[in-house]
């Protein structure tokens, strides 16, 4: 089993930049992609993320060019750059692992203000 725990949210203004890290530990090995999801109050999950073992990456069309995923393999983390931020962007973010057995973090809040 993966264990995930994201850190990073918090309180910024519309055009400001956060950076979202997600923490990985356990059974590392079985994980074939990590990403991100968000949830606004009121609204369903939305796949904001996703960066594959082979690098390759998906972006929801409402954050791609101003959101970026990454991964740290020696340090076994998870990143979202996320720049030109708007209050649309207000959400609770979560990691999420998939390979062997499906893992979720806890999540981050990002409020943007306006």
């Known amino acids: 089993q993966v264990q995930l725990v994201e850190s990073g949210g918090g309180l910024v203004q519309a055009g400001g930049s956060l950076r979202l890290s997600c923490a990985a530990s356990?059974?590392?090995?079985?994980?074939?992609?990590m990403g991100w999801y968000r949830q606004a109050p009121g609204k369903e999950r939305e796949l904001v993320a996703v960066?594959?073992?082979?690098?390759?990456?998906y972006y929801a069309h409402s954050v791609k060019g101003r959101f970026t995923i990454s991964r740290d393999n020696a340090k076994n983390t998870l990143y979202l750059q996320m720049n030109s931020l708007k209050p649309e962007d207000t959400a609770m973010y979560y990691c999420?692992?998939?390979?062997?057995?499906?893992?979720w973090g806890k999540g981050t809040l990002v409020t943007v203000s306006s």
């Open positions: 999420a692992s998939w390979g062997g057995m499906d893992s």
């Open positions: 356990g059974s590392i090995f079985s994980i074939n992609a």
């Open positions: 960066i594959s073992n082979d690098t390759s990456t």
